[in-house]
């Protein structure tokens, strides 16, 4: 099984603050990464699917880049709806696996 | 609009059976799978397997091999989930998601449904 390390687990940013974060595969994933952000009670919802690309709908401050094993998810400009827990997918390959979270609080 | 509408909460003792639906509109049901992801309390996503939605064949994740069965009523464009034997720690949120590989991997999911194993 892929074992997907995300890093950090807890992060606190301010308004306008550019954040990253990061998934670590535990074998080569051909860039099948997907980030999804979740507010507490609701679904999960895309954000980035293959790495890179922006869902429809999302706004042009999220973006995603890696390849191999190293994926990172960038905000460039925190809003205050964007506090909530991210999550990474990889779907290179079964099973499907997560990482296990960031959850981004508002200092 | 694609949607997938899953079924209501559930309150159920240790030892019975619960069976939990994701009801999808808006698109082909044949054309994409369906995934289902178990989320306990406060922790992250755990992905249980999918079924094909064209075949019937469902696919397991190792750790819900044996009381985890997905079927389909394809006429009804609905998946359903069904648990036998329910333990305390089959208390999770239960999303349904759909996929087609490569692109469109978990690009909707349902609401969630809650399922509360207690005595």
């Known amino acids: 099984d892929i074992q997907m390390t995300q890093s950090p687990s807890f992060l606190s940013a301010s308004v306008g603050d550019r954040v990253t974060i990061n998934c670590k595969a535990s074998?080569?994933?051909?860039?099948?990464l997907n980030w999804y952000q979740q507010k507490l009670g609701e679904a999960p919802k895309r954000l980035i699917y293959?790495?890179?690309n922006l869902q429809t709908g999302i706004p042009s401050r999220f973006s995603g880049s890696g390849s191999g094993t190293d994926y990172t998810l960038t905000i460039s400009s925190l809003q205050p709806e964007d506090f909530a827990t991210y999550f990474c997918?990889?779907?290179?390959?079964?099973?499907?696996?997560f990482g296990s979270g960031t959850k981004l609080e508002i200092k | 609009q694609i949607q997938l509408v899953q079924s209501g909460p559930e309150l159920k003792k240790p030892g019975e059976s619960v069976k939990i639906s994701c009801k999808a509109s808006?698109?082909?049901?044949?054309?994409?799978?369906m995934h289902w992801v178990k989320q306990a309390p406060g922790k992250g996503l755990k992905w249980m397997g999918w079924?094909?939605?064209?075949?019937?064949?469902?696919t397991y994740a190792d750790d819900f091999k044996g009381r985890f069965v997905f079927s389909l009523e394809a006429s009804a464009s609905t998946a359903n989930l069904q648990i036998s034997n329910l333990k305390n720690e089959d208390t999770a949120t239960y999303f349904c998601?759909?996929?087609?590989?490569?692109?469109?991997?978990?690009?909707?999911w349902g609401q969630g449904a809650s399922v509360t194993v207690s005595s």
């Open positions: 293959n790495t890179n």
């Open positions: 997918l990889q779907h290179n390959s079964f099973p499907l696996t």
């Open positions: 808006g698109y082909t049901f044949t054309d994409y799978a």
């Open positions: 079924i094909n939605t064209y075949t019937g064949k469902p």
């Open positions: 998601a759909r996929a087609r590989a490569p692109y469109y991997v978990m690009d909707a």
């Open positions: 074998q080569n994933i051909n860039k099948y």
